[in-house]
């Protein structure tokens, strides 16, 4: 019998996520491992100097006891830490990876580099067997088991089985500890990703539910660069302070839930609404080889940062959000369990209140129509401008076709233009939504039940799991609609033209549209630019050395498998979070009419961009040197009706001379070409590429919703 790997596809088709299924033998591990963080870690040369540094005098110091070194090296990916273990002089080496195809190639890599003794073990580390797989206890320890959080790869499990079951009592550990810090601040910009705003202009009014604004919906961290938040998106309300300490060396590292008080005074007469996170290594014990993962602002070495995107910054948002004064106290406690941590605050009065609560308890999600709601959804939702496009385009195609439309139908998920629709003055019919979750249609009849829309004359919500099921349940009715409505967005998409899914929609329910329906938005627009990236490029570049070690056949390993025809992809980036800089006009280069129904034969598109002269202006924080053209990005246009102004971008929404700025809510397309194109310095300033052009051909197939891309420079 053979064996599948099954992996998730969006299929626009059908607006869902799904499996495939591909023989178990053929399928490449290394298009996800192309995927992942190990290239940025690679990259990544401060992490590298320091880890190299402080395992160096780790095993000076074992050999200046009279003692082998013996080290264990916990999730050892391509063996690198191992072998710089070796070069230093250990003598013993246990390398464990749970990963199958990653161990394989480390042995490989361990092994081209001489050091075939390096004992490359292949389990998680809490299966490995003491006797059988280790044969004696370990001095010293290296681990890189961090993510964005610290904690959140399990690291305090592994550290605390690594200790009792392999390491000697006196172990030393690189990293030695690690230092988590807070600050507390103020932010539209931020509480924007979290809490449901009310959608009013001089048209419509649309509040959240009482549920729905005040419990709790998304729990876990929020995860960005947050050095591309300027300081002048937020208002600190306290100094950054030092919340918890982790000693890895130490045997006594346990997993036990934990809760810190601190009592702070505010900088600022203001509202604690949201704490922003992040940590710094110790190396070595009692050393000043300190790695720190600190925002820009306040890093130690702003102007020689390190940039990576393997270990980020943390948005924790407080569920109780206090009211503070200039040089008042309030105090801050700070939670964490295994593998998460968690913040709440409190004014003076409750201050006595808090210390006496020793609970430790993890706030989940209490209403789920909330936790359907992604940060970036939520960004969307609370979006002005956005929200004001759309009723304004509501307000254009009702006062055109007033008494011809009765009946509207509204495709999306947990989308509150229905209810914008339903609230609107000059609307004077049903809308009709369809929800494809029970959780989405739950919220979306508390809003409306919460706006006086309750009532089925006005909206009704349709729970319907497919586009089949949907049209039986309409199938009862001979009405036809006159108006079919979507944003659109869909939960399931990832790349930007997965939200064809209304196209593939609107064919569907062709039977129950009237002949002279109008569909908003009408069209779509797909637009591609040249991109110059300051940093993100550095995810899939080859890595070649590091620190003078051979890890060239990771890079032959990964090209291999990208250099399938059907890995010819690009991939979702928020490309806000990520300084660049155009090089080519912004191109539009393929449209869907979603007036008729989906094309019945391949669409294709290909045509040649010209470089422009890359500007030296600075990004919104750092400065990009436009040197090279590393990429291609890809977004959609909508327009929602006639109106020019009436039109949303999923990505580029403006530029400053040469400075792109992003949309936050969607992620947008980035192809990252396999060789950047380097400008000719000698370029004249109208032709920054020379004769170069960068070349494009695209391709969209409606049976399947899949759109394949090709760049290059000629």
């Known amino acids: 019998m053979e064996n599948n790997f099954f992996f998730q596809y969006c299929n626009p088709t059908t607006g869902k996520m799904e499996w495939k299924a591909e023989k178990e033998d053929e399928y490449d591990y290394f298009k996800d491992i192309a995927r992942s963080s190990y290239a940025d870690m690679l990259h990544d040369k401060e992490r590298n100097a320091l880890y190299y540094k402080a395992i160096k005098l780790a095993v000076k110091q074992i050999h200046s006891q009279g ?171 306290s100094h950054p302070c030092q919340i918890f300490e982790f000693d890895w060396s130490s045997s006594k590292l346990c997993t036990t839930s934990k809760m810190q008080y601190f009592q702070l005074k505010s900088l600022r007469s203001g509202e604690a609404q949201v704490v922003l996170s992040w940590w710094d290594l110790e190396m070595f014990k009692d050393s000043d080889i300190i790695l720190s993962t600190a925002p820009k602002w306040l890093h130690p070495t702003p102007d020689d940062m390190q940039w990576r995107d393997h270990w980020i910054q943390s948005i924790y948002y407080l569920p109780n959000k206090v009211k503070v004064e200039k040089d008042g106290q309030f105090m801050l406690k700070a939670f964490h369990d295994d593998y998460t941590m968690w913040f709440e605050a409190y004014d003076t009065k409750e201050m006595e209140k808090a210390t006496s609560e020793e609970t430790i308890i993890l706030p989940l999600c209490s209403y789920p129509p909330r936790a359907l709601l992604s940060r970036p959804r939520m960004g969307m939702l609370n979006d002005v401008e956005r929200n004001n496009k759309i009723t304004r ?44 979750s029970k959780i989405a249609q739950r919220g979306l009849s508390n809003m409306a039940r919460h706006n006086d829309i309750g009532d089925d004359d006005r909206l009704q919500i349709v729970y319907a799991d ?30 930007p033209w997965h939200d064809l899914y209304l196209w593939y929609a609107r064919t569907q329910l062709r039977p129950h549209l009237a002949d002279n329906v109008i569909v908003m938005p009408r069209t779509a627009h797909l637009w591609v630019v040249g991109l110059s990236l300051r940093d993100l490029h550095k995810i899939r570049a080859p890595v070649g050395q590091v620190e003078g070690f051979d890890v060239s056949l990771m890079d032959e390993m990964i090209n291999k498998a990208l250099d399938k025809k059907e890995d010819h992809q690009a991939e979702p980036h928020h490309l806000w979070e990520y300084p660049n800089k155009l090089v080519t006009s912004p191109t539009r280069v393929m449209t869907f009419d979603f007036t008729h129904c989906v094309a019945s034969s391949m669409m294709m598109s290909e045509g040649k961009m010209d470089f422009t002269s890359p500007s030296t202006s600075s990004s919104s924080v750092d400065d990009v040197i436009a040197s ?53 310095q000698d370029a004249d300033d109208d032709e920054a590429g020379g004769r170069q052009q960068l070349n494009y051909h695209i391709e969209f197939e409606p049976s399947s919703g899949e759109l394949t891309t090709r760049f290059n420079i000629n």
């Not at 890189?144 to 200790?163: K, V």
């Not at 229905?418 to 000059?426: E, G």
């Not at 990005?633 to 992003?662: F, K």
């Open 67 to 237: 003692k082998v070194a013996k080290v264990l090296d916990i999730g050892t990916g391509t063996g690198l830490l191992s072998m710089m273990a070796a070069t230093a002089g250990a003598e013993i080496i246990n390398a464990i990876e749970v990963f199958t195809p990653m161990a394989k190639v480390a042995r490989r890599i361990v092994k081209r580099n001489g050091f075939p003794h390096i004992n490359i073990i292949n389990k998680h580390s809490t299966e490995v067997l003491f006797g059988e797989d280790i044969k004696e206890r370990c001095n010293i320890i290296i681990t890189e088991l961090f993510d964005t959080e610290l904690i959140g790869e399990g690291a305090l499990n592994s550290y605390q089985h690594a200790h009792k079951h392999f390491m000697e009592e006196d172990c030393l550990a690189v990293p030695h500890r690690a230092m988590v810090y807070a600050q507390v601040v103020e932010s539209s910009l931020l509480t924007s990703w979290n809490e449901l705003s009310v959608i009013s202009n001089d048209m419509i009014r649309v509040e959240p539910d009482e549920r729905m604004r005040d419990e709790i919906g998304l729990s876990t961290v929020h995860d960005i660069q947050l050095s591309q938040i300027t300081p002048q998106q937020f208002n600190p309300i």
């Open 393 to 436: 385009a509501f307000t254009n195609i009702l006062s055109k076709n007033k008494q011809l439309i009765t009946q509207a139908i509204c495709v999306g998920d947990f989308s509150l233009i229905s209810l914008i629709l339903a609230k609107h003055p000059h609307f004077d019919g049903q809308v009709v939504a369809h929800e494809r």
């Open 466 to 495: 497919t586009l089949a099921s949907l049209r039986q349940q309409l199938s009862s009715s001979d009405h036809k609609f006159q108006l079919l409505i979507s944003e659109p967005f869909f939960t399931s998409s990832q790349l």
């Open 628 to 680: 090279h053209c590393h990429g291609v990005a890809l977004w959609m246009e909508y327009e929602l009706d006639e109106d020019p102004r009436n039109r949303i971008s999923t990505g580029l929404l403006s530029t400053t001379c040469g400075t792109p700025v992003w949309c936050k809510h969607h992620k947008q397309a980035v192809y990252l070409l396999k060789h950047p194109f380097q400008f000719p």
